[in-house]
Every structure is written in C-alpha cells, then in structure tokens.
C-alpha cells in the first residue's frame, strides 16, 4: 500500500495560513494609513489660523477657546486611534512573518522527506537490479560452482 505524505498536507494549510496572515496585514496597514491620513488633516486644520479681528469681546474669546477645546479633543481621539491601529498593524506584521518561518519550515522539511524517498527508491532499485541480476547469471549457468 502507499504511503502517504503527510507534510503535503501541512504545506498547504501552512501556505493558507500564510496567506491569511499577509491579507489581514494588508487590511490593518489600509486601516493605519487611513488613520494618519485622518490625523494628519486634522493636525492641519487645528493649527490652521482663525481670523480673530483687532479687539474681541468676551463671547468671542470663549467661542475660541471652546472651539479650541473641541479640536483639541478631536485631535486627541485621532492620534489614539492612529496609535491603536499602529499596535494592531505591528502584531498582524509579528503574525505574518511568524505564519511565513512556519511556512518555510514546512516547505524545507517537506523537501528534505522527498529527497529521502528519492534516495530510498533509489536504493531499492539498485538492489532489485542486482537481484536481477543475480537470478541472471543463476540462469545463464555463470553463477554456478
């Protein structure tokens, strides 16, 4: 009966696992991007100048410091965000090269095992070939005493 190759097996679920792992670092690197893309426009906007005229009332001096406050706050919630998918993007990194070394080393020692069967079928059928050879000389009346 043949044997199987169980190491086929694992290459394949290794290279779908590593699959897996580029496209969900491909996600989370779009997601960091689209994240300091956002910070980065509102950074933009918050140290954007406002016409202030030559004399403010006190209205309009809390009016600006609440807007101020509000930008601030903002910007704040951004730059948390972007730091969060930053994190998330490093560890899916961590999670592909991880899921890649599995990869490779299911790759080499599926490589190693064939050329091992190679080297056995190779064995096998030069010892059947001097047994053939052998029988034939047993045949011919060379081998007899």
Same mark, same amino acid.
């Given at each position: &009966? ?30 960091? *991007? ?5 910070? +980065?426009?509102?950074? #933009?906007?918050?140290?954007? #100048? @406002?016409?202030?005229? +030559? @004399? ?10 609440? =807007?101020? &406050? ?7 919630? !951004? $730059?948390?965000?972007?730091? /969060?998918?930053?994190? !998330? ?14 990869? +490779? $080393? !299911? #790759? ?6 064939? /050329? *091992?069967?190679?080297? %056995?079928?190779?064995?096998?059928? #030069?010892?059947?070939?001097? %047994? ?5 000389? @047993? =045949?011919?009346?060379?081998?007899? @005493?």
């Amino acid at each position: &009966m043949f044997k199987r190759n169980p190491f086929n097996v694992l290459v394949r679920l290794r290279g779908i696992e590593e699959k897996q792992a580029r496209a969900s670092l491909a996600n989370k690197r779009q997601l960091f *991007e689209e994240a300091r893309q956002k910070l +980065d426009d509102l950074r #933009e906007t918050h140290n954007e #100048e @406002i016409p202030a005229g +030559d @004399i403010l009332g006190a209205v309009n001096l809390r009016s600006l410091q609440l =807007r101020g &406050m509000g930008s601030h706050e903002v910007l704040t919630a !951004a $730059s948390h965000a972007f730091q /969060q998918s930053e994190r !998330a993007m490093h560890a899916k990194a961590t999670a592909w090269r991880r899921a890649a070394a599995d990869l +490779d $080393s !299911a #790759e080499r020692l599926d490589e190693k095992k064939k /050329q *091992e069967a190679a080297r %056995d079928a190779a064995k096998s059928a #030069e010892k059947a070939l001097d %047994d053939l050879m052998g029988m034939l000389h @047993i =045949r011919t009346g060379d081998g007899l @005493i």
